[in-house]
């Protein structure tokens, strides 16, 4: 096919220039019509090109930076977890996860608008693990032997989960898609992903006689190769060359390769100061500490070669394919350990608390790139999508002359015209408009204490738009609680904020300055501002009066009467009401899809206090103020939801007031009208069937047009002859 196009081209191009019309609507014609063949072909390769670009993670300030290999500077820093974080990176081109070991905390960054779009919670520790295969993002635990297909944007639970039955060893993704688990028990799993059934499909089920907990996996472009050392056995299935081999056992710990070319497959085994290689058909092992390497880390092959970061040392160890050294060391900066990422082609050393990193290029040179740098702003992926500002209109024309007889009120234009001199507005600086007006009738009143936060509703009047909407409203609380300032966005009138106060005395006596202000494309407007002094806790303050007792002695008398009774009088302090859960807490575990567009569906794992609550609970949407009962020891409801970034929360209510759970964002986009920018991209609304139908039509009406433009000109070659 591609030589017969080829033949075609060659004899279009050899019949002059005046046939280059036709030629480039035949070609392109052409060009159509193969790709409506080919399915995906044209437009799938024109979108999906590499970004060029690659995350690396900032453990001690929690964040994530973006880095230009061509440049070796950093171009965007995130800040998604809090310092001292554990940090780890799934990426691709159009994908970004972070997962912290120490929270547990999932989150997805939509990266283009480097937005977090959703979250999930896992067990904090080892047990997780995300996997990105093609469009599908699997998260793994492996304590609790489940593989979890979630939604790429939300991270919400698709269809149901596999479950081994006892904890996974491993559990990685080929290139083809496929997933591949190993249990403790020894058991070789090949998985797919079925989305007519809506769940893990097991392609195959195989016992691995040495395999256990401790075994690790590296998959391939297809298939996979299983390291299990502690039984001294190597696997390798599914890739068309599979391989059973033995080798020396080992006790400890097993670093595998993230990914490898098929024939070449490296594993650390740091307690034993060994590196193993599955070079072709045979296993090698290298002994390290002839590298001066004695506790080697997770290796990685990148061209043929072995690269095994050495822990402690501050060098990456690089070794050819039968383990002899390949290549200098590679010197790496700062004290962390150095781990090693491939993304784009090239592969990079970051260590941990060093403000630069070292890029390796294909030609196996290496250079620095610089990671940290503190000019360079943090942006928060849960901050309001900045609006966008349209281009400034054209100059106006010039005004007529005014007649300033009149005291200015009117002018005298040509003739005998009235006008009347425009009013102004001062917009913001560089932008053609104006920002909003100051809310009016900003009122603060609080909604529960429970001694360690405080929840203050914030209420006010909404402002004209003046013909430009408005887009929402910044609320701002400020006191001498834990942070010193809370601040949300809202589209309503209302609000909500939790002011943490434990470690202070805010929650017995503290004030709170709320500043509301409304903000447009144009601008954030002037603040309409309130106080509220803290009422204390229900209980806190009062001091409970010890039981008094008080008995009356009768006088003393000589006569016979009878004394009166002895009379005892007991006050008493009813008990206080039960205390209401932990505010502020992880509550709500997963969100995914509901019934319809318009809503989603809310699933909580609420911890002890949280279960054993006596009162009521309920789901509630902050955005849109909408809310669901749901049992306080947890289950799912349904919740509506709208465009934006809607809150979600559990509130809690008892004798003593109401708590909040922290808050779960779930951001719903607007279908996007066109792509601007210059970005290449397709239709959302257009099937697959009638995107092949554009393209054929496409492809016969310019193959038409080449056969117009080609007669045209034959009929103009007769007449030149002529």
Not at 37 to 66: K, M, P
Not at 77 to 94: F, K, T
């Amino acid at each position: 096919m591609g030589a017969k196009l080829g033949r075609i081209a060659r004899r279009a191009i050899g019949a002059g220039r005046r046939e280059s019309a036709s030629v480039s609507a035949a070609a392109l014609g052409l060009l159509l019509l193969v790709g409506a063949a080919l399915g995906d072909g044209i437009s799938r390769t024109a979108v999906e090109v590499s970004d060029g670009l690659t995350w690396l993670n900032d453990d001690q300030r929690g964040e994530v930076v973006q880095v230009n290999p061509s440049s070796g500077k950093p171009q965007t820093r995130l800040q998604v977890s809090g310092a001292d974080a554990q940090l780890e990176i799934a990426q691709s081109d159009d994908k970004l996860i972070v997962l912290d070991r120490r929270t547990g905390q999932i989150t997805v960054i939509d990266l283009a608008t480097l937005l977090s779009s959703g979250r999930r919670q896992a067990p904090p520790g080892p047990s997780a693990k995300v996997l990105i295969a093609w469009d599908r993002v699997f998260v793994v635990d492996r304590a609790a032997g489940s593989v979890h297909n979630a939604d790429p944007v939300t991270l919400a639970d698709i269809g149901s989960p596999w479950l081994a039955g006892q904890p996974l060893a491993d559990v990685v993704a080929d290139d083809s898609g496929v997933l591949w688990a190993v249990d403790h028990g020894g058991n070789l799993y090949s998985l797919e992903w079925s989305d007519e059934d809506l769940e893990f499909l097991e392609r195959t089920n195989r016992a691995v006689s040495g395999a256990g907990p401790r075994t690790a996996l590296v998959p391939h472009e297809r298939g996979v190769t299983l390291l299990g050392l502690e039984g001294g056995v190597v696997v390798r299935d599914g890739t068309g060359r599979d391989l059973t081999a033995s080798t020396a056992s080992f006790a400890g710990e097993v670093l595998a390769a993230q990914t490898s070319p098929t024939g070449l497959v490296p594993a650390s085994v740091p307690d034993a100061s060994v590196v193993v290689l599955v070079s072709g058909d045979e296993v090698v092992r290298v002994d390290m500490a002839q590298f001066d390497c004695p506790k080697p880390g997770r290796p990685a092959v990148f061209r043929d070669r072995v690269y095994v970061p050495c822990l402690g040392s501050g060098k990456v160890v690089v070794l050819d394919r039968m383990g002899k050294r390949g290549a200098d060391d590679v010197r790496t900066g700062g004290s962390g350990d150095p781990a090693l990422v491939f993304d784009d082609g090239k592969l990079f050393i970051n260590t941990p608390g060093s403000d630069s990193g070292v890029i390796v290029d294909s030609d196996g040179r290496t250079r620095d790139v610089v990671i940290r740098s503190p000019e360079l702003p943090v942006m928060d992926p849960e901050r309001s999508p900045i609006p966008s500002v349209p281009s400034p209109p054209p100059p106006r024309p010039e005004p007529p002359t005014r007649d300033n007889r009149g005291n200015g009120q009117n002018t005298q234009g040509r003739g005998g015209e009235t006008t009347v001199a425009p009013t102004t507005t001062t917009p913001s600086a560089g932008v053609s408009g104006a920002a909003p007006g100051r809310p009016a009738g900003v009122t603060v009143s609080q909604r529960s204490n429970n001694g360690t936060s405080v929840v203050v509703t914030v209420s006010w009047s909404a402002v004209p738009d003046g013909g430009e909407p408005i887009t929402g409203y910044q609320v701002t609380g400020t006191g001498a609680f834990s942070g010193g300032s809370q601040e949300t966005r809202v589209a309503g009138t209302s609000a909500e904020l939790v002011l943490p106060c434990a470690g202070s005395t805010f929650c017995a006596s503290g004030k709170v300055d709320v500043a509301v202000a409304a903000y447009n494309r144009f601008g954030v407007g002037e603040a309409g501002t309130a106080s509220w002094t803290i009422r204390p806790a229900a209980g806190t303050t009062t001091t409970q009066p010890p039981v008094v007792t008080t008995t009356t002695q009768p006088p003393v008398v000589t006569t016979t009467t009878t004394p009166p009774p002895v009379i005892t009088t007991t006050t008493t302090t009813p008990p206080p009401p039960p205390p209401l859960p932990t505010g502020g807490v992880q509550v709500i575990s997963t969100v995914g899809p509901g019934g319809h567009e318009y809503e989603r569906r809310v699933t909580t794992a609420p911890p002890a206090d949280w279960a054993n609550h006596s009162g009521t609970c309920e789901v509630v949407n902050l955005l849109l103020e909408a809310t669901a009962p749901i049992p306080c020891a947890g289950g799912s409801v349904t919740i509506a939801v709208d465009y934006g970034l809607n809150s979600i929360v559990v509130r809690a209510h008892g004798p003593a007031g109401s708590v909040e759970s922290a808050s779960y964002p779930v951001r719903m986009r607007e279908p996007p009208q066109n792509c601007g920018g210059g970005r290449i991209c397709q239709p959302l609304s257009v099937p697959a069937s009638d995107e092949s139908n554009q393209l054929v039509g496409g492809g016969i009406g310019l193959l038409a047009t080449a056969w117009l433009l080609t007669f045209r000109n034959r009929r103009m070659r007769r007449g030149e002859s002529e």
